[in-house]
């Protein structure tokens, strides 16, 4: 069997997408195939144009166009609250919620020493210095709830404490709408952990 | 909240792509913006370029890169056998398997009324005049084995018996690895109804 060699290039690099194996590029090629020419064009343009516009913050290492970000840049947020999250997309899904008033702080990761990430590597030297520079009342680590980001959560808290900043983890314990009979172990475990009096 | 125009310019992109969702294609544009400019530029070319050099073969409906393509050109192929398939990614999934030494016909999709897709939004008036002309013995069904492809490969038959010609479907029953207990109630009958003495 042979691939034009214009097609396979393209399934290469759908294949190199997360999430997307060698049969679902071959499904987004054939599909991208039967779309509009200006479609394509369009899509292509998006693609460099994101990449080229959007760099880090220098402030908090948020994807943004403009540095500092508009969250660093808003006045308007309480300078007091930093929460620090692993990648630009959860500033996004904070934001969403938008409960909180604060600003952030983007690692770029979480600590894994299986793939050779260690506190070197992500963004957190810029944060203590920040922290260190900006005395916040609270650093709230919303690393993610799986050993990675307890890892980083615990040393974050390990190094932030000496500089008497408080520092808080989010909440573990069950999804609003989960079902109990079907939380995994670790879960119903730290959900127990967590009760509060009602 | 708010996103970046580029960055939502990208992902409303790669969310018209079949099986992304909002959630996915967040992912992968944050995935995009992680990667070497360079790749990001080649995956934009790559995307242009197979959408502006390929186009259907106009003997069979294949996807190529020349006119006709490279199947129907082959010498070596049997011309006495044709294979109807719905999509040019089933003509790849066969050749994959290099048991077919004949030709295909592609349809660009299956007849479904509730979408409005008919015989004549299909690829099958050029199927009839390259049967009348080329009178090959014999017409393999290779749609789907869904309604659609059913529907398909019965309305073919119809249309394709009156001319003499031999119209086979190729077989339903247990995928090979296939465990019987796991197996649908359609699959299980088939595989009963096309028994074969051992």
């Known amino acids: 069997m042979r691939y034009y060699d214009s097609l396979a290039r393209l399934i290469s690099h759908f294949q190199k997408l997360p999430g997307v194996g060698q049969k679902t590029a071959q499904r987004l090629a054939f599909f991208v195939l039967k779309l509009p020419v200006g479609e394509v064009e369009s899509f292509a343009a998006a693609l460099v144009d994101a990449r080229s516009k959007l760099a880090h913050c220098s402030q908090c290492g948020n994807m943004t166009d403009q540095d500092p970000c508009h969250i660093c840049r808003d006045g308007k947020r309480s300078k007091t609250h930093i929460c620090v999250v692993q990648e630009s997309r959860d500033v996004l899904a904070l934001e969403r919620v938008s409960d ?99």
Do not use: C, W
């Open 100 to 198: 909180f008033k604060g600003l952030y702080h983007v690692l770029h990761g979480a600590i894994s020493p299986l793939e050779g990430v260690g506190p070197d590597e992500l963004n957190i030297k810029s944060l203590l210095e920040r922290v260190s520079r900006e005395k916040p009342e609270e650093v709230i680590i919303a690393t993610n709830p799986n050993v990675q980001g307890e890892a980083t959560a615990m040393y974050l808290a390990q190094i932030l404490k000496p500089l008497g900043i408080q520092v808080t983890r989010i909440a573990h314990g069950l999804p609003v709408g989960g079902d109990l009979e079907y939380a995994d172990e670790m879960t119903l475990s730290r959900a127990l952990e967590g009760r509060k009096p009602l």
